[in-house]
């Protein structure tokens, strides 16, 4: 019975113990929710014109270091960039950028085919390429949403490399943001990223029509 006791008393102890380290601690945080973000824009409408005969393949592009995150990266200062924590793009942004475009391609009804991985088509042209930027700017005249991409049209069955390559171009936008958080931001970089794949549209059509 002493036993019982004793035991019993030294539990009543730990417990004690174990509540007054705890109320040190104090309440621990609830854990933030992740937002994740994508592109949202419409894709451009058919037009009723001849459509090309080239099968055009797009791979995920590639995304330059600074921004090679899910992470959405911004800019408080001058030569410096951060990142939110909770607000993420759902991919990486060089698939998300090729992902789109690849489907604002096929929705133009331009061109023959337009495949994101190889299939049975074997494609007459390549296009690559690589987000050079895409970030917040928050500048003090007001948030500004940046995109910039480089993309490069090959004619896939010419074996030599100086003349496979029919044009390399680099594109950017920049489009100001309605208020001041990740949310905004997102949808004006939506906004320029619907102008970058119209540009890039027109000018591929334009130099496989040649």
Known sequence: MKSFFHDHHQLHLLLGLCFVLSGCVGPTNPV?????????????PSQEI????????????????LYNTEKIVYKPEQFQRK?????????IPGELVAYYLA????????FA???TQPGRLSPTHLLTGT??????????????????LTV????????????????????????????RNP?????????????????????????LSE
């Open 83 to 91: 990142v939110y924590n909770y607000h993420r793009w759902q991919s």
């Open 50 to 65: 001849p459509r090309l005969p080239a099968v055009l393949q797009l791979d995920a592009f590639t995304t330059a270091p």
């Open 152 to 179: 490069t049209l090959i004619n896939a069955s010419e074996r030599k490399a100086d003349r496979a390559v029919i044009f390399q171009k680099t594109y950017k936008m920049s489009e100001s943001s309605a208020s």
């Open 103 to 110: 489907r604002d391609m096929k929705a133009s009804s331009r």
């Open 32 to 44: 933030q929710e992740v937002t994740y973000y994508t592109f949202s824009y419409d894709p451009p």
């Open 131 to 148: 987000v050079d930027e895409i970030f917040e700017d928050d500048s003090p005249n007001g948030w500004q949403a940046v995109i910039g």
């Open 183 to 207: 949310s905004a931001v997102v949808s004006a970089m939506s906004s320029a990223m619907s102008m970058i794949s119209k540009r890039v549209i027109a000018d591929v059509f334009v130099a």
């Open 113 to 115: 085919a337009v495949l």
